[in-house]
């Protein structure tokens, strides 16, 4: 038996359907029919396995995301965290209000658009120096030599990372991502994971004596009413940033290239407007939506689309499924539209938690695309199925052989 009264309904009955997050492994190859199924017929589904709601829908996502004090994330953003007990938050995204607005109070000065306008330059110099090393009419891989660098150069600046470590950002990204390769591996991960911390309390130390102009400096020096940040919190913080800016924008320009190869009529537009581009850039994050689910854990007994909800329970956000919500988006929400206006698409999240780095992960997806039309890129063919991430949480393309055609 399945729940699917549309009342408020306080009996908790396992939807089958919610198997599909057990572990939130998603061990399917095309998970989207399923999210319809549950927006259509469950859209706030108990899993009694493991005990949490999941929320398919747009609306009640919106819902969870923009009640902070009804919905609450220091116990836990993600499902294999229920249960869990920090003595001080991993991360400023395990934090709720007031903490939360001191962090971003402190923070937010560092990814101001003032910061975000000086790197505009930098950021379209570095995408046009990965483009234009791409081969053109001829068979490519462009995952490796341009979704995976692009993030990683920017992030590194940003950070003030030597050039010597530029390197070891996608192996420290990696070891904090579950269910990739090197996070399943317990001692790569920790000893990666320990070399991050070293580096990123190094920079943190340098920056009280030799200031520079990036972010550790800013986050080291400022101070709003006589409070500042600890170094342990400014070393969270960078974790975060690390893992965040890269993982989440490598997988948005890998997953939108090969959504636009997928749909050359698209590219097609982007070649006759470029005045699409941003409204592109829009529904690539949309389409792709690099974090698939975030949790947050209710604080008092509620109503979520019709379901009680006991203190206590965990809800799962579905956000790649929110992002092709009917409801939202119309009868072409399971199409690929640069053009799609409104797009109140929430691959960065809503509400308190909104992501700091959106308006640089939307440089970058940009940048990209401006330089490959730059170089006259008529079509981009896929010339196989595109090799997916192994992460549960992390959705993108780990490999897509293209031909990026001129003629």
């Known amino acids: 038996m399945t729940e699917t009264d549309t009342g408020t309904n306080t009996g908790k009955v396992h939807e089958p359907l919610t198997d599909l997050f057990n572990g939130f492994t998603l061990d399917v190859e095309d998970p989207f029919p399923l999210y319809a199924q549950l927006r259509a017929t469950n859209p706030v589904a108990w899993n009694a396995t493991q005990g949490f709601w999941v929320a398919s829908r747009h609306a009640e996502c919106m819902a969870v995301s923009t009640s902070p004090d009804t ?38 000065p560092a990814f101001g658009r003032k910061v975000v306008r000086t790197l505009e330059e930098s950021v379209r110099g570095a995408a046009k120096v990965l483009v234009d090393k791409l081969p053109l009419n001829t068979p490519v891989e462009i995952v490796a030599p341009l979704a995976v660098p692009l993030p990683v150069q920017v992030i590194a600046q940003l950070l003030g990372l030597p050039e010597s470590e530029w390197d070891k950002v996608w192996d420290w990204s990696e070891a904090s991502i579950p269910g990739t390769e090197i996070f399943n591996d317990p001692e790569r991960k920790e000893r990666l994971s320990a070399e991050m911390m070293a580096e990123l309390m190094r920079l943190v130390s340098t ?35 690390l893992v965040a800016g890269n993982e989440t924008t490598r997988n948005t320009i890998s997953g939108g290239l090969v959504a636009l190869a997928e749909n050359p009529d698209q ?63 119309g009868p072409t929400a399971d199409q690929f539209d640069v ?38 890129v008529t079509r981009l063919e896929l010339l196989s199925p595109a090799g997916m991430s192994a992460s549960n949480v992390i959705a993108g393309v780990n490999r897509a052989d293209v031909i990026l055609h001129t003629n």
């Open 71 to 108: 919905f609450c994330s220091a116990k836990g953003i993600l499902t294999f965290e229920i249960g869990a007990d920090y003595a001080t938050p991993p991360t400023m995204m395990h934090t709720d209000p007031p903490d939360h607005t001191r962090y971003r109070t402190l923070v937010q």
């Open 207 to 241: 920056s009280r004596t030799e200031p520079r102009d990036d972010v550790i400096s800013m986050l080291s020096s400022v101070e709003i009413d006589g409070d500042r940040l600890t170094d342990d919190e400014i070393a969270m913080f960078l974790n975060q940033i």
């Open 339 to 376: 053009g799609r206006s409104p797009n109140h698409q929430i691959a960065f999240g809503f509400g308190a938690h909104f992501c700091l780095g959106a308006a640089l992960a939307r440089l970058e997806v940009a940048a990209v695309l401006e330089h490959l039309l730059d170089r006259g």
């Open 267 to 329: 590219w097609a537009r982007l070649v006759a407007d470029r005045s699409l581009i941003p409204s592109a850039v829009e529904e690539i994050l949309r389409w792709t939506t690099a974090v698939i689910y975030f949790m947050r854990t209710a604080t008092v007994d509620t109503v979520l689309g019709g379901k009680q909800i006991s203190a206590g329970d965990p809800i799962v956000m579905v956000y790649a499924s929110a992002n092709r919500d009917e409801a939202e988006f």
